[in-house]
Nanobody, 114 residues
Framework: QVQLVESGGGLVQAGGSLRLSCAASGSILSINVMGWYRQAPGKQRELVAVITSSGITNYADSVKGRFTISGDNAKNTVYLQMNSLKPDDTAVYYC????????WGQGTQVTVSS
């Protein structure tokens, strides 16, 4: 059973940076899309950023210009570089890989203090 393992979350002051990483415990074939989602307390899970197997990226309007997603299909890894963090970015961040199946990570907490 392939699992996604996230790392890089933590506590940071507003204006700071964090880099999230997500690695699959095994091989995932035919990856179509890799992405990051987040869920703040009392809110629904929302898309943060996605990257397709051909390198096309898409970002939520709230993070454009501050976050950068990158991925390595061969290594089944996806990253999220987060700069100029704001308190509103506080959430649990989940990575997601879509191939023939859908894989989710367990989530990593990101807390931005004001």
């Amino acid at each position: 059973q392939v699992q996604l393992v996230e790392s890089g979350g933590g506590l940071v002051q507003a204006g700071g940076s964090l880099r999230l990483s997500c690695a699959a415990s095994g091989s995932i074939l035919s990856i179509n899309v890799m992405g990051w989602y987040r869920q703040a307390p009392g809110k629904q899970r929302e898309l943060v950023a996605v990257i397709t197997s051909s390198g096309i990226t898409n970002y939520a309007d709230s993070v454009k210009g501050r976050f950068t997603i990158s991925g390595d299909n061969a290594k089944n890894t996806v990253y999220l570089q987060m700069n100029s963090l704001k308190p509103d970015d506080t959430a649990v961040y989940y990575c997601h890989i879509l191939s023939r199946r859908s894989f989710w990570g367990q989530g990593t907490q990101v807390t931005v203090s004001s």
